[in-house]
């Protein structure tokens, strides 16, 4: 059992998780005040020249510019708070909905039990992208509505998790100490045996919000995610997929590094967490 | 020449906090067929000792220093392959908890089998077979063959360390290490395990380390005791002197403080305090906290005195 | 038994049965307690005595609310408690607490020590925060824990210092009755001897009412007033402490004696082998049910289900064949 101190001194003694880290930041800060960092706001319609378009990278515009005469490096910018935005707004919602629903389910049992995990597994045998674009065809597209959807997919994991730590918690003596003091179920879900399930679900969200991100990402790439004026990387990626082979990658290939960058930072910190977080057994 | 010469372990942890010397310099020795009895409180590095014989210390511990003596050759020197033909084959062990010492999603023949199997290449899976229930009649599992199909969650905690016993005599070991086999086991059940033990470790010629904190348990069994403290011995010698004439206190402190059945006092002695951290531990003799006959002459680390054939680190004994 | 002595809990003819599956489709009954009868006196310790699997820790769970009772009634404060839960016990829950045997899980590794002990007083009394801080603080001195301890949590601690926290926690509502269950037996035997010597004073002190589960006959000479020998959901013997321990006549008594390890005594031959195992109270048998571990056995023990007898000075034993081995 390691506590805050101890844990941060941790993390920081592999090399590589705190690169992931510090490129993690670095990206995040881009994405939180892009107008600091950026040439210009690739949205603004009075900012673009058409004249500009298409041009490589040079002095000017450092990654080139897109058919409409965007600036690739500020559209980056732009794009990943998009990214971040769905995929930590999402995250957190999953997280809510998915813990709450799995702490009931664990110490319940009986039928609600059955009835959450059930839909559970229904919804796990489809594959996320398919569940995304049923709900976007029904509720429309929009960075609300695709928030909804990742949240939809991605509450199923915190849920199991959460529910798999109450079932083994629920038997201990604590938790059978708090009930014959006569706490009411409530207070023994949330006060007693919730602290002790924050551990494997910081875990679990470091990792799926990368996928979350990268759902969006896909999502956008196919056309149903956000919408033109707001692009995020995905939508970048696929605006230059369709003059790629043209000649022109710079507008594709540069928002898939950043992209990828990004993932692999977010991985690398979920990872280090993970490692961490283990109790390792003292003999 | 003795089955096993311990000549100054030291087996040590580099932790964060600091260096925890868990076994700090001990010595020791078995004879063929001899039981040796470890006793000491939780902490003392009893169980460090036991897997120091078969190199199960993992990081961040390692073994700095000293001699481990089987069979006429040092273990301490060997290589993991050399070692992983020793373990369950020449020396085998027996952990605490019969509930982890088994693999629950394996049915006990197949474990059972499978320990033979890996030290005797050529024999057939009949012969493990034949090999394997005559173990667990040995061992007294009832119904042993129809128990070959079971898993372990099926069995009673006596029952699960009968296995885990059986599969330790599986390959007719020359040295079996005990860590605390009866522990997790009623008072009723303890008995009849320590009773296999002591047979079975006779029968088959074997010597035995029974590691225990339960000195009492260890006066059942054993021929010679090594009892422990913050990873150093403090006294060591025969079974009959130390039980029935005790020298070092801790020794007769862990004596007094069992509970006696005809014995009107109202209160338990008791040791007063507990071991302390090896991280911090005391300047001079680490019992010295808790120990009544101690003065500023503990204030150094006791020497090494030779009594009638014992061991004993201790300034108040002459 | 004197008439001045005031009965605090009464269990009679509690059972528990659990239904437990067996193979795939087949649920059958598990009988964790028969018809258990016992009293407890207001001020005396009563030590429940059996092997793992003979229902004790069963019973105290029932007493605490934990698990209800099948049927049969347990009187607490002159109601009858045994089908009610922790909840709907109200106020009278504060007047029993537990114990529990493990130290390493009875306190919840997320919480402070300070947080733990406060629980109980935040939730049964209407102590402000001044009065819980001392009521806490003064009953840290009474289990020799030191006040530092409070702002830790418990994976600082060695199992017998969480022991003494665990008493603290079940003492601070100053209940009329608390149990314990197997409250040492995860201790080293000379932290055993520690906590026994305390929880002496402690009844000492307060005139604590326990009823002391454990499996292990030799620690409940010190503490007990009375002695109940437990074996597959029904007591075997009964009696007072004096009087256990100097003539036992139930069969498994003398068994569970003759087990314990003494340092003066060589290890029992044959005989300890054949002590045999507790069987699993699915499918009890019909006759007695320690027949067939009982070296005394015949036919009768076989066919009959053994009733208490009354060996006079309120000692009991259930086997007709007392008095001749």
Redesign the interface.
């Known amino acids: 059992?390691k506590?805050k101190n101890e844990l941060l001194t941790e993390y920081f003694e592999d090399k590589l998780a705190v690169v992931g880290l510090v490129v993690f930041t670095i990206l995040a800060i881009f994405a939180i005040a892009p107008a600091l960092f950026s040439y210009q706001n690739p949205y603004d319609l009075t900012q673009l020249y058409l004249e500009n378009s298409f041009q490589a990278p040079n002095a000017n515009y450092w990654l080139g510019t897109d058919e409409q005469g965007r600036d690739i490096f500020s559209a980056i910018m732009y794009g990943l708070r998009v990214s971040l935005y769905v995929g930590f707004a999402s995250t957190i919602l999953s997280v809510i909905i998915g813990f709450t629903l799995g702490l009931i389910s664990g110490y319940y049992g009986g039928w609600v039990d059955t009835i959450i995990m059930r839909i559970a597994d229904i919804q796990l045998s489809f594959p996320a992208i398919l569940i995304a674009l049923i709900i976007m065809a029904l509720w429309g597209a929009g960075i609300g509505k695709i928030i909804i959807a990742i949240t939809i997919v991605n509450w199923v994991y915190y849920a199991r998790t959460a529910r798999g730590v109450v079932l083994s918690e629920k038997e201990?003596?604590?938790a059978?100490?708090?009930?014959?003091?006569?706490?009411?179920n409530f207070s023994i879900i949330f006060k007693?045996i919730m602290?002790?399930t924050t551990a494997p679900i910081i875990v679990i969200a470091t990792v799926r919000i990368a996928v979350a991100i990268i759902l969006e990402a896909t999502l956008s790439f196919l056309g149903l995610g956000v919408p033109i004026t707001e692009p995020s990387l995905g939508s970048l990626i696929a605006n230059g997929y369709q003059v790629l082979f043209s000649g022109y990658w710079w507008t594709s290939v540069f928002p898939g590094i950043i992209l990828m960058v990004l993932i692999i930072s977010i991985n690398l910190i979920g990872d280090r967490s993970r490692d961490i977080m283990n109790p390792r057994l003292k003999r | 020449m003795a089955l096993l010469e311990v000549n100054n372990l030291n087996t040590h942890f580099f932790t964060r906090g600091g260096v925890v010397k868990a076994v700090d310099g001990i010595s020791f020795s078995i004879e063929e067929g001899e039981i040796l009895g470890i006793v000491g409180?939780?902490?003392a590095g009893k169980s460090i000792t036991g897997f120091s014989m078969l190199g199960l210390i993992d990081k961040p511990g390692e073994i700095v220093s000293g001699e481990i003596i089987f069979n006429g050759e040092d273990l301490v020197k060997k290589s993991e392959e050399e070692l992983e033909k020793i373990r369950g084959n020449e020396i085998a062990m027996i952990f605490q908890d019969p509930q982890t010492s088994l693999n629950p999603v394996i049915n006990i023949g197949d474990q059972l089998m499978e320990a033979v199997l890996y030290h005797n290449k050529k024999a057939s899976k009949k012969d493990a077979y034949n090999v394997s229930v005559d173990i667990l009649n040995l061992v007294?599992l009832p119904a042993a063959e129809k128990r070959m199909k079971s898993y372990p969650h099926q069995l009673?905690?006596?029952?699960k360390q009968r296995v885990v016993i059986a599969m330790a005599l599986l390959n007719n070991p020359r040295l079996l290490i005990a860590d605390e086999p009866t522990t997790a086991l009623?008072?009723?059940?303890?008995?009849?395990i320590?009773?296999?033990m002591?047979k079975l470790s006779s029968d088959f010629g074997s010597s035995l380390i029974l590691i225990t904190?339960?000195?009492?348990?260890v006066?059942?069994?054993c021929d010679k005791i090594a009892v422990m403290y913050a990873g150093r011995i403090v006294e060591y010698g025969k079974k009959e002197d130390i039980?029935f004439d005790p020298k070092h206190p801790y020794t007769k402190?862990?004596?007094a403080?069992?509970?006696?059945?005809d014995?009107d006092k109202?209160?338990?002695?008791?040791?007063?305090g507990?071991m302390p951290s090896l991280l911090s531990l005391p300047e001079g003799c680490y019992f010295k906290d808790r120990c009544e006959f101690a003065d500023a002459e503990c204030d150094v680390y006791p020497q090494l005195q030779e009594i009638d054939g014992r061991r004993i680190f201790c300034h108040k004994v002459k | 038994m004197s008439q001045s002595e005031v009965k605090l809990l009464e269990v009679r003819d509690v059972e528990k049965i659990f239904s437990v599956k067996v193979g795939t489709f087949e649920k059958k009954d598990l009988h964790a307690l028969n018809k258990v009868n016992f009293d407890v006196f207001k001020g005396k310790t009563l030590s429940l005595v059996g092997?793992?699997?003979c229902g004790k820790t069963t019973v105290g769970k029932v007493i605490?609310?934990?698990y209800q009772a099948t049927k049969g009634s347990v009187l607490f404060q002159g109601k009858d408690i045994a089908q009610l839960s922790?909840?709907q016990?109200?106020s009278l829950?504060?007047d029993?607490?537990?114990i529990?045997?493990?130290p390493y899980?009875?306190?919840?590794?997320?919480?402070k020590i300070k947080t733990i002990l406060e629980?109980?007083l935040k939730?049964?009394t209407k102590m402000n925060k001044k009065e819980r801080l001392e009521t806490m603080l003064s009953l840290c001195d009474d289990v020799g824990i030191d006040h530092t301890y409070l702002e830790r949590?418990p994976?600082q601690f060695?199992?017998?210092?969480r022991q003494r926290i665990a008493i603290a926690?079940a003492m601070i509502l100053k209940p009329e009755l608390i149990l314990a269950d197997e409250p040492i037996s995860a201790l080293?035997?000379?932290?055993?001897?520690?906590i026994?010597?305390l929880m002496?004073d402690l009844k000492e002190k307060y005139k604590m009412t326990m009823l002391f589960i454990t499996?292990?006959?030799?620690?409940v000479?010190?503490l007990s007033d009375y002695v109940a020998v437990m074996y597959l959901g029904e007591i075997v013997e009964y009696a007072s402490k004096a009087e256990l321990?100097k003539s036992p006549q139930h069969p498994y008594t003398k068994?569970?004696?003759?087990?314990?390890?003494?340092?003066h005594t060589?290890?029992?031959?044959d005989s300890?082998?054949k002590?045999g195992?507790i069987q699993s109270p699915i499918d009890l048998p019909v006759g007695c049910f320690f027949a067939n571990r009982c070296p005394y056995k015949d036919e009768v023990c076989e066919k009959e289900h053994p009733l208490l007898t009354d060996l006079g000075d309120n000692h009991m034993a259930r086997c007709p064949k007392i008095g001749q081995f």
């Open positions: 059992m506590f201990k003596d604590y059978q100490s708090a009930k014959a003091l006569g706490m009411s007693e602290p002790n | 409180e939780s902490g007294g009673s905690g006596g029952m009623d008072v009723t059940i303890q008995a009849q320590l009773y296999l002591k904190h339960d000195i009492a348990v006066s059942q069994l039980i402190g862990l004596i403080c069992l509970p006696k059945l014995d109202e209160r338990l002695y008791q040791i007063p507990i | 092997e793992s699997g605490l609310g934990l922790p909840v016990r109200g829950q504060k029993v607490q537990m529990f045997q493990d899980s009875s306190l919840n590794p997320r919480k629980q109980p939730i049964h949590y994976h060695s199992g017998g210092q926690r080293d035997v000379s932290i055993q001897a520690q026994l010597n002496m499996h292990d006959i030799s620690v000479k010190h321990f068994m569970l004696f003759s087990t314990v390890p003494d340092i060589p290890l029992m031959t300890v082998l002590t195992e």
